[in-house]
């Protein structure tokens, strides 16, 4: 007779373990729109492809996260495939300084949705908490790793950080729900 009764941290922990799992799986069809595109003869793409590899550890995690508890994933995923693959091949054949900007942009928004995350959760539930905590700083380091690389030198930089970035923060809002 266990089960969720009123209070239970559980729904919360579900909802962002569902967004979490859409947010690593539209990372690593971004990356893999981009070097769709780029291949692998850049600098850029092999930056992509180490950043690519991170994003499917992660999502990975949240799959099987999600098989232990119980979680159903969001029924957007189809969505995600399509939108997060085109925006990867859009932004790498823009340039490869695009790229980065896209990168930037995701992962910044990225930054700001985990840091509020561990900030709910507390010591409420320690394994998501101890993922979360570990992936944030490895979605710090692909910001950084694109802004170093040329994000903000990209053609039309400000508009395609906060046309993307508003993206992400629809993209959780509905991932959460839906």
């Keep these: 007779m266990g089960g969720w009764k009123p209070g239970d941290p559980r729904p919360a922990a579900d909802s962002m373990i569902r967004v979490d799992q859409a947010g690593e799986y539209g ?4 990356y893999a729109g981009q070097l769709a595109v780029m291949g692998d003869r850049s600098p850029a ?3 992509i492809a180490g950043m690519a590899a991170q994003e499917e550890r992660h999502r990975k995690f949240f799959d099987a996260m999600m098989a232990r508890r119980g979680v159903r994933p969001t029924a957007l995923q189809p969505f995600w495939n399509v939108a997060g693959f085109a925006l990867g ?4 054949a823009i340039g490869p300084r695009a790229a980065m900007a896209c990168t930037a942009a995701v992962e910044t928004e990225i930054d700001r949705h985990y840091a509020e995350q561990l900030d709910r959760l507390g010591d409420g539930d320690p394994e998501l908490g101890a993922a979360v905590a570990e992936f944030r700083a490895e979605e710090i380091e692909h910001r950084d790793a694109a802004i170093a690389a040329g994000a903000e030198q990209a053609i039309g930089y400000p508009f395609m950080s906060g046309l993307i970035r508003a993206g992400c923060r629809a993209a959780i809002a509905l991932a959460k729900r839906i």
């Excluded at 990372?27 to 971004?30: E, G, L, N, V, Y």
């Excluded at 091949?89 to 790498?92: I, K, M, Q, Y």
């Design 27 to 30: 990372a690593t069809r971004i």
């Design 45 to 47: 793409a092999r930056t």
């Design 89 to 92: 091949a859009v932004t790498a």
